[in-house]
T-cell receptor, first 115, second 113 residues
Framework: GNSVTQMEGPVTLSEEAFLTINCTYTATGYPSLFWYVQYPGEGLQLLLKATKADDKGSNKGFEATYRKETTSFHLEKGSVQVSDSAVYFCALSVAGGTSYGKLTFGQGTILTVHP | EPEVTQTPSHQVTQMGQEVILRCVPISNHLYFYWYRQILGQKVEFLVSFYNNEISEKSEIFDDQFSVERPDGSNFTLKIRSTKLEDSAMYFC???????????FGPGTRLTVT
């Protein structure tokens, strides 16, 4: 089956520090990969996506590259801000058969950024 | 910007009672989903719905669960006889293309006592 593994959290950083949140996956088929973010009291928001190998998704200073050879999709940001404090979820979906985009999520990583 | 809305934000119910969680997806979307997250655990897929029928469901989505799109705007999840282990945050999502971006609502926290 499909699964996503994220690095254990929580992650605590100072403002302007470099962020990496690791994500690896296993999938039957060729997945699309996503990072979702959940700010306190809100729903999940799509942060970025990549649909094929070597694609780089980017948004709001965050980046992640689809690495098929290492089955990874690590999230990075060069300089975090206090406003980036949230829970980050890595996810995948695999097309085919009767699948209509079911997302498989990692366990989520809590990020706290201090001033 | 269009958004998915869910009501209520928090529902408390007694074991054995029926609950209906409501969602209003984005208006031009065609694919609808329910997920849940038990406290401290992963977000789990429950069911997807397209063209007025269930397209896929997980093992969690047993006979106690049902979904409906009763009109052109609402999408509901019904749990017929709630159990303690149904306590979770339930998220509704919608998509216009099925395989790519899904837009999530803020969730309904269901507490079964």
């Amino acid at each position: 089956g499909n699964s996503v593994t994220q690095m254990e959290g929580p992650v605590t950083l100072s403002e302007e520090a470099f962020l990496t949140i690791n994500c690896t996956y296993t999938a039957t088929g060729y997945p699309s990969l996503f990072w979702y973010v959940q700010y306190p009291g809100e729903g999940l928001q799509l942060l970025l996506k990549a649909t094929k190998a070597d694609d780089k998704g980017s948004n709001k200073g965050f980046e992640a590259t689809y690495r098929k050879e290492t089955t990874s999709f690590h999230l990075e940001k060069g300089s975090v801000q206090v406003s980036d404090s949230a829970v980050y979820f890595c996810a995948l979906s695999v097309a085919g058969g009767t699948s209509y985009g079911k997302l498989t999520f990692g366990q989520g990583t809590i990020l706290t950024v201090h001033p | 910007e269009p958004e998915v809305t869910q009501t209520p934000s928090h529902q408390v119910t007694q074991m054995g009672q029926e609950v209906i969680l409501r969602c209003v997806p984005i208006s031009n979307h065609l694919y609808f989903y329910w997920y849940r997250q038990i406290l401290g655990q992963k977000v789990e897929f429950l069911v997807s719905f397209y063209n007025n029928e269930i397209s896929e469901k997980s093992e969690i989505f047993d006979d106690q669960f049902s979904v409906e799109r009763p009109d052109g705007s609402n999408f509901t999840l019904k749990i017929r006889s709630t159990k303690l282990e149904d306590s979770a945050m339930y998220f509704c999502a919608s998509s216009d293309r099925g395989l790519y971006e899904q837009y999530f609502g803020p969730g309904t926290r269901l507490t079964v006592t």
